[in-house]
């Protein structure tokens, strides 16, 4: 029987089919910050969101629960994984959303596409 992934390999895993579809992905940390979630991606169409990585029996903590609800009140996904098959369908789908800001010349400092 197969060992199940930890974290780590998923989050690796998953990063390498993200890139390969792709997106870009950064690893997200927050020194001052705790709770934040491991990585956020962003499609080829500018959608922005964020994956936590969870091994099979792993659990979001409660500060994790409060962070993530902070953000997603932004209108910022936060999807928690635990599975590479899962995961990847997840990407695929998010391929197909599309997100364009015109940059606004009254904000010539503004560097957008």
């Known amino acids: 029987m197969k060992k199940p992934l930890t974290e780590r390999q998923l989050e690796k895993a998953i990063k390498d089919t993200a ?10 940390t927050s020194p001052s910050n705790c709770g934040v979630p491991d990585r956020i991606f962003i499609n080829p169409h500018g959608y922005v969101f964020f994956i936590e990585f969870k091994s099979k ?25 635990n599975d590479i098959e899962q995961t990847t369908r997840l990407l695929k789908n998010l391929l ?11 904000f010539p400092n503004v560097m957008i596409r």
């Open 19 to 28: 890139l390969k579809l792709g997106y870009l992905s950064y690893k997200f």
């Open 57 to 81: 029996v792993g659990k979001v903590t409660a500060l994790q629960s409060k962070v993530f609800e902070d953000i997603g009140k932004n209108k910022v996904d936060v999807f928690i994984m």
């Open 96 to 106: 197909s959303i599309k997100i364009h800001v015109e940059n606004d010349l009254s």
